[in-house]
């Protein structure tokens, strides 16, 4: 069975700083990995994946993870961060095929960005 | 509109109550998924369904029921309420093209609080 490890629970980070939130994960087998962003009160939202190809995925707001097969991570990062990146990050995995979504997630980590 | 939601949003109940809680998805996505959401534990399956009249168990059925006559509803019961199950219970769904990538589409979480 999978399992995901977020070595971070909690990161405290100010605007314009880069910040990394660190993921590992642990598999036999191939996986597919995830990033899920939820701001407070809210539903999680994906913010983007690694299914396969280039290891270096990107999302629409800056953030960037790169997967690395040989250390089992797949870290999140960004250059610069703004007080609206304050939210829990959420690294998932599955093994895909007939997995149906059935995600194993971290326990997540809090980024709160300070002015 | 569109999209996934649940109720009730927030609920207090008693210990050994009977509670339901909804999730209704309007995109006729195949596969839905109740996650709860503890400290410290991130995101744990509870059940999910794959179709109409198909479920499965997840890492933590213990306590639940579910049921899926409709593709777009997808109830989760809590037969006999313990403290232990207070948790925000997060609903989720996947449309068959994206079976086995992980996408989900969660919707806002009904928070319960069993005293």
């Known amino acids: 069975a999978q399992s995901v490890t977020q070595l971070d629970s909690q990161v405290p980070v100010f605007e314009e700083a880069p910040v990394e939130l660190r993921c590992n994960y642990s598999?036999?087998?191939?996986?597919?990995l995830f990033w899920y962003v939820q701001y407070p009160n809210q539903g999680l939202q994906l913010l983007l994946k690694?299914?396969?190809?280039?290891?270096l995925v990107k999302s629409i707001n800056g953030f960037e993870a790169e997967f690395n097969k040989s250390q089992t991570s797949f870290h999140l990062r960004k250059p610069s961060v703004h007080i609206s990146d304050t939210a829990e990050y959420f690294c998932a995995v599955t093994l895909g095929g007939t997995s149906y979504g059935k995600l194993t997630f971290g326990q997540g980590t809090i980024l709160t960005v300070h002015p | 509109d569109a999209g996934i939601t649940q109720s009730p949003r927030y609920k207090i109940t008693e210990t050994g109550r009977q509670v339901t809680l909804m999730c209704h998805q309007t995109?006729?996505?195949?596969?839905m998924f109740w996650y709860r959401q503890d400290l410290g534990h991130g995101l744990r399956l509870i059940y999910y369904?794959?179709?109409?009249?198909?479920?499965d168990k997840g890492e933590v059925p213990d306590g639940y029921v579910v049921s899926r006559s409709k593709t777009e509803n997808f109830p989760l019961t809590l037969e006999s309420a313990t403290r232990s199950q207070t948790s925000v219970y997060f609903c989720?769904?996947?449309?068959?093209?994206?079976?086995?990538?992980?996408?989900?589409?969660f919707g806002e979480g009904s928070r319960l609080t069993v005293l």
């Open positions: 598999s036999s087998v191939s996986v597919y």
């Open positions: 989720a769904s996947s449309e068959f093209a994206t079976r086995g990538t992980g996408e989900l589409f």
């Open positions: 690694y299914l396969s190809g280039s290891t």
């Open positions: 995109w006729s996505h195949s596969y």
């Open positions: 369904s794959a179709a109409a009249d198909i479920t």
